[in-house]
């Protein structure tokens, strides 16, 4: 008489979720020669001599990379020597990046310094599977 009505649990879109994970962390003082690549998130307040491929990348102010960085969001508050391939770029007032920047997102705040060029990613527009027929002339 008084009891509600149990419902099944809730459709999850799985699609939607993002994996939860720690990020990696490099910490200040670490120096590592070599290149670096996770499919995780990496923060970096040490120094990296070598290539980063990671998925998100937060170099903080005492972080350095020497080498290309390619990910899917940068933020820099510290120093890059190198290149930049991202879709989302984000320079705070205390970065540093002497190098070409590959974007799609590009922010710079007041303070920070760039030396290099802006090279705008342009998506490959979506083009619609259109159905080809070869007519053969006898």
Known sequence: MFSKATKGPEPVEYAALRKLSVASLVAEGVRIKGNVATDGDLHLDGAVEGDLTVARLTIGETGLVTGAIKAETIEVRGRVVGTISARQVRLLATARVDGDISHTE??????????GRSLMIVPAPIVEAAALSVVAAE
């Open 106 to 115: 590009l922010s710079i705040e007041a303070g920070a310094h760039f030396e």
